[in-house]
């Protein structure tokens, strides 16, 4: 499961009317995640949000409910303006199952900007609340993951199509069954969950922020044509063909592959806001935190309740991933995030494949922010101002970590445990 669906998986939640553990579920929350219109649901979380600083349970649904709203943001911006989904890592922020839209209205650089500041924006929110709760808060809420989700049409109502069931079988093309043989999504949401989806919040707030550190407009208008094909972009009109001769996509026509190489060849950004690249080292750094955090509450825990993520003293394993944990990937991932803790504040230094006796100094990366070349990234010279001597991470270092979640699986892991 790919990293977004997982962060749907966590967001989109519907409270059942008490949980088997821990404190009743406030009315609000209730009303919040099962809301089958917008404005139902956005009545709900401001009362969840006004009772927060009193009350753990309610801060915990709002800061959920911030979250998932924050992708409501995002996906309906995007549908706003005629978006064709990517199947590509590159885009991470951009995998939402956005909705064809016949209708699109125009969109510029100013306003896409201004989308990814909402969305930003709304995150910051959610992580600060979610932090609001105490370490030791009470909690445990049974999570019907069926039940829910957000609006991605902008038509006011959250539909069946739009659950988070639906979502997560677009996400995962289809691999999710929501008939008689579909993996139970109900799960019992405790504080430590708390944490890793506080932590979701961090990384995409860091990947937020890099962006709008840059100016990409040079990018935005040569090639995003190629995810808003009819948005009036600047060679529109050129570049992108007749909708019969568009094909369904992302990158099943000739022409949408032209355009992403254009993409990858003018990402060539200047540096307009270089307090936001260093908010993203920020975050991650946070992130991390969190994940230690997250690791030592579902370590402490005692149950075995319908766990989201398990630790190796709850046994069974995840309905949605397949996977089961042990106390061999809970270190490895613990080693994972002092790697790259060590790679963030410039203790340790990233190896580049043709570069040798010197390595790329991360913090300074995103502490002395210069213009961003993926391609001179890639090949050597965008990357030369941050080399350094010192220790530097080797493939053994790498492949240690890996070793311990079974070689080609530590990607999957690291998707999940955040």
């Known amino acids: 499961m790919n990293r977004i669906s997982s962060l749907l998986a966590s967001a989109f939640i519907v409270l059942l009317p008490l949980s088997s553990a821990g404190a009743a579920i406030p009315d609000a929350a209730t009303a919040l995640f099962e809301a089958k219109t917008v404005a139902a649901r ?46 590509s890592f590159m885009l991470p922020l951009m995998q939402l199952p956005v909705p064809p839209n016949p209708d699109p209205e125009p969109l510029t650089y100013e306003e896409f900007r201004a989308i990814l500041v909402a969305f930003r924006d709304r995150l910051e929110k959610s992580a600060a609340t979610l932090g609001s709760v105490p370490a030791d808060a009470d909690i445990g809420m049974v999570i019907d993951l069926t039940h829910v989700g957000i609006d991605l049409n902008e038509d006011g109502t959250i539909a069946p199509d739009e659950s988070m069931a639906a979502n997560m079988a677009a996400l995962s093309r289809g691999s999710i069954s929501q008939g008689d043989s579909a993996p139970a999504l109900t799960f019992r949401f405790d504080r430590a969950d708390g944490y890793w989806l506080q932590g979701y919040a961090e990384f995409l707030m860091a990947q937020a922020d890099f962006w709008l550190a840059h100016d990409f407009k040079n990018t935005f208008d040569g090639s995003f044509h190629m995810l808003f094909p009819r948005a009036r972009l600047p060679l529109q009109d050129i570049l992108v063909p007749p909708p019969s001769e568009m094909g369904s996509n992302i990158f099943s026509s000739e022409w949408r592959i032209a355009d992403f190489i254009s993409m990858v060849h003018m990402i060539n950004w200047p540096v307009v806001e270089p307090e936001r690249r260093k908010a993203a080292r920020q975050e991650l750094l946070e992130m991390i935190r969190l994940s230690r955090e997250d690791w030592k509450a579902i370590r402490a825990e005692t149950d075995n309740d319908r766990e989201w993520l398990p630790g190796p003293q709850q046994k069974g394993a995840n309905p949605l991933t397949g996977l089961e944990v042990g106390e061999e990937q809970v270190q490895a991932w613990l080693a994972t995030l002092t790697m790259a803790e060590d790679l963030l504040e410039g203790r340790a230094l990233l190896p580049h494949f043709r570069i040798t ?32 001597t010192g220790r530097i991470l080797t493939s053994e270092d790498f492949d240690q970590i890996q070793r311990e979640f079974g070689g080609g699986g530590f990607l999957t892991f690291a998707l999940w445990f955040n």
């Not at 993926?374 to 050597?380: A, N, R, W, Y």
């Open 42 to 87: 956005d009545s709900a979380l401001s009362t969840l949000e006004a009772a927060a600083a009193k009350d753990p349970a309610s801060a915990y649904a709002a800061g959920a409910g911030e979250f998932f709203t924050a992708l409501e943001l995002l996906a309906s911006g995007l549908h706003r303006h005629g978006f064709e989904s990517p199947q």
């Open 357 to 388: 006796g010197k390595g790329i100094n991360m913090k300074r990366f995103f502490d002395e922010p210069k213009p961003f070349d993926l391609v001179l990234s890639i090949t050597g010279p965008g990357i030369a101002p941050y080399l350094e």
